[in-house]
């Protein structure tokens, strides 16, 4: 159980393109999701919290304009990010919530955005 | 306020030798606590996790970690390090108090010496 999928698994566009990377619960529905950013070396960074039908909440110093969540399933979010520059350039991770298994978080295998 | 501390960016050891990686948390609540592994370029998987039952957690691939109050420590070990132990290794607190929350630690890069 909580197979988490992402795609694309990494991706390379130019500057002013936007990007669209999907999550997808295979085996669960997931209320809940986890957006985060990790940059070379560094640990993971939660960027914002959406729920299902819901507006996403972003952490501080994420902007909501470019970063665009969309929770519109239990089984689906997606991220945009939108009007990409090099310094968008990460790997991002989706994480849903497993339901009753709140405690514990499961991981998609993440998508590496390089933005020339 | 919640918090962990992994206390050693980079750890090497020679394979089949012991592993120890770091980690000390704050938490003004009971906490739950996790170790991931993260390959180069891949997903983070749970090693293991504490929430509140037996001290001694047992994961998978032969890691284990023990969650001491006492030192609000929860050290991760391995016996004998493999060739293919060598990834990042997150300590991971739980915030559940108000919004649900992951607060991960830095980091430990582990290298394992042929």
């Known amino acids: 159980g909580a197979v988490v999928s992402q795609h694309p698994s990494w991706v390379i566009c130019k500057s002013g393109t936007s990007v669209k990377i999907e999550c997808r619960s295979l085996?669960?529905?997931?209320?809940?999701m986890f957006w985060y950013r990790q940059f070379p070396k560094q640990s993971l960074m939660l960027m914002a919290t959406s729920n299902e039908g819901s507006k996403a909440t972003y952490e501080q110093g994420v902007e909501k304009d470019k970063f665009l969540i969309n929770h519109a399933s239990l089984t689906l979010s997606t991220l945009t990010v939108t009007s990409a520059h090099p310094e968008d350039s990460s790997f991002y991770i989706c994480?849903?919530?497993?339901?009753?298994?709140?405690?514990?978080?499961?991981f998609g295998p993440g998508t590496r955005l390089l933005v020339l | 306020a919640q918090s962990v501390t992994q206390l050693d960016s980079h750890v090497s050891v020679s394979e089949g030798t012991p592993v120890l990686l770091r980690c000390n948390y704050s938490s003004s609540y009971s906490p739950s606590l996790f170790w991931y592994v993260q390959h180069p370029n891949k997903g983070l998987q749970l090693l293991l996790k504490y929430t509140s039952a037996a001290t001694l957690v047992k994961g998978i691939n032969g890691f284990e970690a023990e969650f001491k109050k006492s030192e609000t420590s929860f050290h991760l070990t391995k016996p004998s390090a493999h060739m293919s132990d060598a990834a990042e290794y997150f300590c991971?607190?739980?915030?559940?108090?108000?919004?649900?929350?992951?607060?991960f630690g830095t980091g430990t890069r582990l290298k394992v010496l042929a």
């Open positions: 085996d669960f529905q997931a209320t809940t």
């Open positions: 994480s849903p919530l497993l339901p009753g298994r709140e405690e514990t978080q499961y």
């Open positions: 991971v607190v739980s915030i559940t108090s108000g919004t649900y929350k992951y607060i």
